[in-house]
């Protein structure tokens, strides 16, 4: 039996990295998957004063804090998937006013972060036999490649196929059709078509592939979302929010030509669970990074056949 643990969309939050890492053991998982968007998109400066205690916006709240806490504050913001660093008044001030050095402290912070979790992967699980594969989501900067690199006991996957204990193959694609957005790796619906067809080609046994594409497949229960107006406000239905279907037709056209044995997606954090396409189980667990709880999918897979599976919370 190969055993998968599967998650997504942390987008940064320590706290479920190390749940992610920690459900190989829990779960006796073999095979642990994090599929993509996973960096944080918050910076957070704590200014320091001349008194030495610092302001920081906690949570969208303005505070003052001593340096006795200023390790546990950032700890705290890291677990909900926010970056933080130290910095002066006139330090803040000048990356107001210079985008570029901005840029540079929030890569620097999201590369230190990923690094870490690759150094804390290896140490984990060396010796263990389990292989975690690590891969970027629409919403990681290009800039995060020369981090995520193979490395020991963590592969990443990205645009490759790969062969998962039992001889399962997988390919993997955290590329996604466009959003209101416009992340870091969005294409049009025909080259995403494309991109996946190259990596499908490629697939020695179609029929016992698992497909690791961030996006879902387009109108499932697995790709509503809420709808949002050209000034980035959820449009109002009822007294409600309206949701639409935003997954990939590209996705869904390529599970029905070729039929692999399991889809595992993210990328709508709100449509968690489970659709059948012909033979395929698609899953999507969802994810509620801010609040550090790790949603995933757990899937036993036995002589080439889907055997069970479970969406987890925890």
């Known amino acids: 039996m190969t055993r998968i643990f599967f998650t997504t969309d942390v987008h940064g939050s320590d706290r479920c990295f190390r749940k992610f890492l920690n459900a190989a053991k829990f779960y006796g998982s073999d095979c642990l998957i994090l599929g993509g968007d996973i960096t944080g998109k918050v910076l957070i400066p704590f200014v320091e004063r001349p008194d030495g205690k610092y302001e920081v916006m906690l949570f969208g709240e303005r505070k003052t804090i001593g340096k006795e806490r200023l390790g546990d504050s950032r700890k705290s913001l890291q677990d909900a998937g926010q970056y933080s660093f130290v910095t002066t008044q006139a330090g803040l001030e000048e990356l107001k006013s210079d985008k570029t050095k901005e840029t540079e402290v929030f890569d620097r912070a999201m590369a230190d972060v990923l690094r870490s979790w690759i150094s804390l992967a290896q140490e984990r699980l060396r010796g263990t036999g389990v292989r975690c594969y ?170 080439g056949k889907l055997h069970d599976f479970l969406l987890t919370s925890g």
Request: charged share 25%; with cysteine.
């Open 134 to 303: 690590i891969s970027p989501g629409n919403d990681d900067k290009l800039e995060i490649d020369s981090t995520l690199i193979d490395s020991g006991q963590v592969v990443n996957p990205e645009n490759r196929v790969v062969e998962l204990d039992g001889g399962y193959e997988m390919i993997t694609l955290g590329y996604a059709n466009p959003t209101p957005w416009k992340s870091p790796r969005e294409v049009s619906e025909d080259r995403l078509g494309e991109m996946i067809e190259a990596l499908a080609s490629k697939v020695q046994r179609p029929d016992t592939a698992v497909y690791n594409l961030h996006v879902p497949p387009i109108d499932t229960a697995l790709d509503k979302a809420p709808a949002v107006s050209h000034d980035f406000n959820y449009v109002k239905e009822g007294l409600g929010i309206k949701f639409i279907h935003v997954g990939s037709s590209a996705v869904k056209r390529s599970i029905e030509k070729h039929a692999p044995l399991l889809g595992l997606h993210g990328h709508i954090h709100e449509s968690k669970g489970f659709v059948k396409i012909g033979r395929s189980l698609c899953l999507n667990p969802g994810s509620e990074y801010s609040d550090g709880i790790l949603r995933g999918a757990l899937v036993n897979l036995v002589d």
